[in-house]
C-alpha cells in the first residue's frame, strides 16, 4: 500500500527528487490542452502552479500535491472557454473555500464523509486514472501533440517503464522515475518533439479583476460541477491519504487548513489570470508512490515551474516527457490508489466503497458517485438498524 511504501523508507534527497517528478502524468496533459485550447501561455500557467506548490511544500513540510481542477479543466477545454471567464470562477471559488475554511463549515462536512466514501473517492480517482493511461495507449504519441506511433511501440515503451519504476530501485539508489524523466526529455528532444514557440511564451502574469459580468456563467458552468468534486477528493480524500502516507509528519494537514489553502491560492490565481488548483488525493499518492516524504518534494517541483516560467522558452521542456512515460506512472498511481480499499473492515464498508469507484468511472463524475455511494450506505444502515431490531421485538413477544 502507499502508506507501507511511503514510511518504510529512508529520508534522502533522492527520494525526494522522485517524488516531486512523480505527479507529471495529469499535470502536463492538462497544462498542454490549457494552452492550445483556452490560449493560456505556458509560462503564466506553470509560474502560477510552481509559486503554489512552493508555499503549500513550505507551510504543510510533507508532499501535498498542486494539481488543475479536473472537472473544470475538462469543461473549460472541452469548450473553449476564454481565461477571463476561467478566472473569474478562480477568484470566485477560491473566496468560497476561504469562506469554508474560516467559518468551519468544512469540519461539518467532513462528517458527511465516512471512511467507505473517502476510499471509494479514492478508488473512483484511481479506476479514472487507469482508464486515462488506457486512452494514452490507445492513441500512441510518443509527444504531446506529436505524431502517432505504432501501437505495439508504443505497449512496450510502457511496459518497459512500469517494469523499471517497480524494480529499477533494486538497481541503484537513484530513484528510476528521475532518470526515466531525463532521459525522456533528451530522446523528446532529439526526435524533434519541441512545442511551437508560439505555444511556450507570453506574459507570465496578468493582473486583472473578476467580471461580475462573468459571476453566473462562472457558477454554472464550472463551480457547480467541481465543488463536490473538490471537497471530497481535494480535502476529505486528501487529508486522509496525507494521514495515510506520513502518520508522523501530516500534524500540519487538517481539513480547514487544505480547504484554506485551496481558497488562498485561487484567489491569487484568480486575480493573476492562471488556471485553478486543488490538492487531489491522487498527486499526494504519486509523490508518496516515487519517494516523497517531506515538503521538499513539492518546493523542488515549485521551483523547477518557477524557473521554467520565467527562462524564455523554457516550458517546452515540460512537453519534452515522453506520453508512454507518463502513461506508466499514471498506472503505478493508479495502483496505489485503489489498493488503499483493503483497509476498510466490513463488508457492508468494501460495497459502499466499490459502487463509489464504479460510478465514478461509469459517469466520470465523482458528484455522482458519492451520491450513489450516501445512498447505499443510508440503505444499508437502515437494513441493519431493522434486523437488529427485529430479535428484540421478538424476544419481548
Known amino acids: 500500500m502507499v502508506a507501507n511504501t ?15 517528478v512523480g505527479d507529471l502524468g495529469i499535470t502536463i496533459p ?31 513540510r510533507v508532499p501535498v500535491s498542486v494539481q488543475p481542477l479536473k472537472a473544470m479543466a475538462v469543461i473549460a477545454i472541452a469548450q473553449g472557454l476564454d481565461p477571463a471567464l476561467i478566472g473569474t470562477a478562480a477568484f470566485v ?9 474560516a467559518s468551519g463549515l468544512i469540519r461539518h462536512v467532513r462528517r458527511l464523509f465516512s471512511a467507505a466514501l473517502v476510499r ?64 525522456g526529455m533528451v530522446a523528446g528532444w532529439l526526435v524533434g518533439g519541441r512545442p511551437p514557440v508560439a505555444l511556450v511564451s507570453g506574459a507570465p502574469l496578468l493582473w486583472t479583476l473578476p467580471r461580475f459580468d462573468l459571476l453566473l456563467d462562472a457558477f454554472l458552468l464550472l463551480i457547480l460541477p467541481q465543488l463536490p468534486l473538490t471537497v471530497g477528493n481535494a480535502v476529505i480524500a486528501a487529508d486522509d491519504s496525507c494521514h495515510t502516507c506520513w ?48 515538503g521538499r518534494t513539492t518546493v523542488i517541483l515549485g521551483v523547477a515551474f518557477v524557473v521554467v516560467a520565467l527562462v524564455p522558452g523554457g516550458t517546452s521542456l515540460l512537453f ?16 496505489s490508489m485503489v489498493r488503499l480499499v483493503a483497509t476498510l473492515p466490513r463488508p457492508g464498508d468494501y460495497l459502499v466503497a466499490v459502487t463509489v469507484g464504479a460510478t465514478g468511472l461509469a459517469t466520470r463524475n465523482l458528484a455522482v458517485a458519492l451520491a450513489a455511494g450516501w445512498l447505499l450506505q443510508f440503505i444499508i444502515t437502515l437494513v441493519m438498524s431493522l434486523t437488529q431490531r427485529r430479535p428484540k421485538e421478538d424476544s419481548h413477544g
Open 247 to 294: 502518520p508522523e509528519r501530516s500534524g500540519r494537514v487538517t481539513v480547514v487548513r487544505l480547504a484554506g489553502s485551496i481558497g488562498l491560492g485561487n484567489l491569487v490565481i484568480g486575480l493573476a489570470g492562471g488556471f485553478p488548483v486543488c490538492h487531489g488525493a491522487g498527486g499526494i499518492a504519486a509523490h508518496a508512490r516515487f519517494g516523497g516524504l517531506t
Open 320 to 335: 519534452l516527457i515522453p506520453l508512454p512515460l507518463l502513461c506508466a506512472m499514471l498506472l503505478m498511481v493508479s495502483w
Open 30 to 60: 492538462l497544462a498542454y490542452a490549457l494552452v492550445v485550447a483556452n490560449g493560456y501561455p505556458a509560462p503564466r500557467i506553470f509560474l502560477l502552479w510552481g509559486l503554489m506548490y512552493v508555499a503549500t511544500g513550505l507551510f504543510y
Open 120 to 183: 471509494g473517492v479514492q478508488l473512483g480517482i484511481g479506476l479514472i486514472l487507469a482508464f486515462k493511461a488506457f486512452d494514452l495507449i490507445r492513441e500512441p504519441r510518443f509527444m504531446v501533440g506529436g505524431e502517432t506511433m505504432p501501437m505495439l511501440l508504443n505497449v512496450g515503451i510502457v511496459l518497459a517503464a512500469l517494469a523499471l519504476l517497480s524494480w529499477g530501485r533494486r538497481l541503484t539508489r537513484i530513484p528510476p522515475v528521475l532518470m526515466l524523466v531525463v532521459l
Open 93 to 101: 471559488y477560491g473566496l468560497l473555500f476561504v469562506v469554508l475554511a
Open 6 to 20: 511511503a514510511t518504510s523508507r529512508k529520508w534522502s534527497w533522492w527520494g525526494e527528487l522522485g517524488g516531486a
